[in-house]
């Protein structure tokens, strides 16, 4: 069976196509809060000096996890138009890498994963530059939860407006007690642009999403994993990087599984939430399929019956 855009052809239920699966390899508002004035690790290099999002690819064990570094130290990684700028070229650049198994979002801003608008930027805007400026927040949040691999941020502080809702764009996510996150575009008489206000009612539900913005509350760590709006929460440790490790053993539970089989998986699931529970069976069927002929499947069977680790390779 295939997928053609717009249509199932068994069923001829009509459906949004798994974008680019199976044609290719599988703003907020700055609020005034005071950020803990504590020294970064952003200027590590000439690289540092002049990124303010860069990519990191960790090797040995953990080769196939990738990180995602937002480092714009001075106004705390705000959705400035460089730092979105950056971020959507390494994102796209992320989209066909069949060597990336897991990415992980994290900040080198302590006390702060991203705090929302560049506000100062945004003020100098009118209407329609701002109104397109959003557009392309909202396209580039889309971009990230539509990568082929698992995502992961990990929050290690404040998380607020466009900065959760980049979090929300992830499949996963960590935070520490102390993190802070909320989508608090109310309280400055907007409401969340890039995707927030539909993102956060299919994570903790409706009513939840619903208290969370019409309030423009805040909620820590502890409370986000109550609410489900993170998979785990840990205790900040004296480096104030307790979230960035979770997502890292999270990510290292992901790295072993087969790759080709994550990537079919994350995508029954994404579409399958868009529709109704038949035309979602439909969707797994065609994902299933997928595997059946994959060298993988072969390995995972024979690994099985010989009773040892399976060797996954993603073809």
Known sequence: ????????????????????????????????????????????????????????????EDHGIVEVLMCRERLRNSLGRVFVGQMRALVSSLHHDAAVRVVVFKSLIPGVFCAGADLKERAQMSNPEA?????????????????????????????????????LACDLRTAAHSAQMGLI????GLLPGAGGSQRLPRTVGFAIAKELIFTGRRVGGEQAAELGLVNRSVPQNQT???????????????????????????????????????????????????????????????????????????E
């Open 131 to 167: 109104e397109l400026f959003v557009h392309g927040l909202r396209s580039l949040m889309n971009d990230i939860a539509a990568l082929p691999m698992p995502t992961i941020a990990a929050v290690d502080g404040f998380a607020l407006g466009g900065g959760l809702e980049l979090a």
């Open 1 to 60: 069976m295939s997928v053609v855009r717009g249509v199932v052809s068994r069923t001829g239920v009509q459906l949004m196509a798994a974008r680019g699966v199976f044609a290719r390899p599988i703003k907020r508002l700055f609020p005034r809060v005071s950020f803990p004035q504590t020294r970064s690790w952003c200027s590590d290099g000439p690289i540092a000096d002049r990124a303010e999002v860069r990519l990191s690819r960790l090797d040995g």
């Open 185 to 188: 575009e109310t309280t400055r």
């Open 240 to 314: 104030g990087d307790a979230a960035h490790k979770e997502a890292l053993s999270l990510a290292r539970e992901i790295l072993p599984q087969a790759p080709i089989a994550v990537r079919m998986a994350k995508v029954a699931m994404n579409r399958g939430a868009e529709v109704d529970i038949s035309s979602g069976m439909a969707i797994e069927g065609m994902c299933y399929a997928r595997l059946i002929p994959t060298r993988d499947r072969q390995e995972g069977m024979a690994a099985f019956i010989e009773k040892r680790p399976p060797r996954y390779i993603g």
